[in-house]
């Protein structure tokens, strides 16, 4: 199995910017790919963006297109997420999640293993 561990996470003013990152350890010899939720209080989780695992495909939210980017450095094991012109709606855990095989998904249910979170505060 693969355990993730997030940091980065932060208070930040609205037009700001956060970088987290996600690093694994464990069984990462084999192909996972990687995905980005969040969850803000009193609301469910969700997707945020996600990576196979070459890097080749990435997927994003419609509210955060454009303004995040998903990244990984297998090398490394080490996934992230690029935060950039942060709105205060954008607070939230994040949470990293892994799901063994090369295809990323948006659906939580498909990941098998997940982060602790990070708190994302965004000031207005």
């Known amino acids: 199995q693969v355990q993730l561990v997030e940091s980065g996470g932060g208070l930040v003013q609205a037009g700001g910017s956060l970088r987290l990152s996600c690093a694994a350890s464990?069984?990462?010899?084999?192909?996972?790919?990687v995905g980005w939720f969040r969850q803000a209080p009193g609301k469910e989780r969700e997707f945020v963006a996600a990576?196979?695992?070459?890097?080749?495909?990435?997927y994003y939210a419609d509210s955060v297109k454009g303004r995040f980017t998903i990244s990984r450095d297998n090398a490394k094991n080490m996934g992230y997420l690029q935060m950039n012109s942060l709105k205060p709606e954008d607070t939230a855990v994040y949470y990293c999640?892994?799901?063994?095989?090369?295809?990323?998904?948006?659906?939580?249910?498909?990941?098998?293993?997940w982060g602790q979170g990070t708190q994302v505060t965004v000031s207005s």
């Open positions: 999640a892994a799901r063994y095989g090369f295809v990323s998904d948006y659906d939580p249910s498909k990941y098998n293993y």
């Open positions: 464990g069984r990462t010899d084999s192909a996972y790919a």
């Open positions: 990576i196979s695992w070459r890097g080749s495909s990435t």
